[in-house]
T-cell receptor, first 117, second 118 residues
Framework: GAVVSQHPSRVICKSGTSVKIECRSL??????MFWYRQFPKQSLMLMAT?????????EQGVEKDKFLINHASLTLSTLTVTSAHPEDSSFYIC?????????????FGPGTRLTVT | AQKITQTQPGMFVQEKEAVTLDCTYD???????LFWYKQPSSGEMIFLIY??????QNATEGRYSLNFQKARKSANLVISASQLGDSAMYFC???????????????FGTGTRLTIIP
């Protein structure tokens, strides 16, 4: 089946610094990637939808300048948390869908646990 | 109004018994898709089963089946012969307005934590 990877799996950073999280589709081309955030014991909340070669579409309430998303190729999307603060500590999960219409499920990455100290 | 409602925050089930996890949804779209995902403590989201709004048969995947009742807007997950490894969080999700397979966003419910008792 389709595989999506995320790097890093865990990251600890100091308040005020920026952190980049990568999401890669390993064996298929992903025209669309999604970024979710999950706080402890809560559900996944969609942050933004990322289409290759175009600007990301952010959900209401998500700060575009704080969560920078780049989808430069059909296999890679990045999420950069700029000037991170402790309240940004969360589990960030990406997902990707392929170019083929025969695949109807989103393939999720393993997630990145961000801790801001 | 919540688009996806999961009313069972936690469930305890004896090993080898069947378990039903409830999910109701709200949409005005005629074309939509319903998903169930399993999230173990490691955090990864594991796809279990999918039901399209136009599918007349209930979806089945091994020990998983989806009890789709369109008029009631419910899409309950049934796990038969539960195993210890089934202990995890389970999320119901919906994709609305399916026009281009796979490119519409998912809305998730709050999840149900299932614990299988030996």
């Amino acid at each position: 089946g389709a595989v999506v990877s995320q790097h890093p799996s865990r990251v600890i950073c100091k308040s005020g610094t920026s952190v980049k999280i990568e999401c890669r589709s390993l064996d298929f081309q992903a025209t669309t990637m999604f970024w979710y955030r999950q706080f402890p014991k809560q559900s996944l909340m969609l942050m933004a939808t990322s289409n290759e070669g175009s600007k990301a579409t952010y959900e209401q309430g998500v700060e575009k300048d704080k969560f920078l998303i780049n989808h430069a190729s059909l296999t890679l999307s990045t999420l950069t948390v700029t000037s991170a603060h402790p309240e940004d500590s969360s589990f960030y999960i990406c997902s990707a869908t392929g170019t083929s219409g025969g695949s109807y499920e989103q393939y999720f990455g393993p997630g990145t646990r961000l801790t801001v100290t | 109004a919540q688009k996806i409602t999961q009313t069972q925050p936690g469930m305890f089930v004896q090993e080898k018994e069947a378990v039903t996890l409830d999910c109701t949804y709200d949409t005005s779209d005629q074309s939509y898709g319903l998903f169930w995902y399993k999230q173990p403590s490691s955090g990864e989201m594991i796809f279990l089963i999918y039901q399209g709004s136009y599918d007349e048969q209930n979806a089945t995947e091994g020990r998983y089946s989806l009890n789709f009742q369109k008029a009631r807007k419910s899409a309950n997950l049934v796990i038969s012969a539960s195993q210890l490894g089934d202990s995890a969080m389970y999320f119901c999700a919906m994709r609305e307005g399916v026009t281009n397979f796979g490119n519409e966003k998912l809305t998730f419910g709050t999840g149900t934590r299932l614990t299988i008792i030996p």
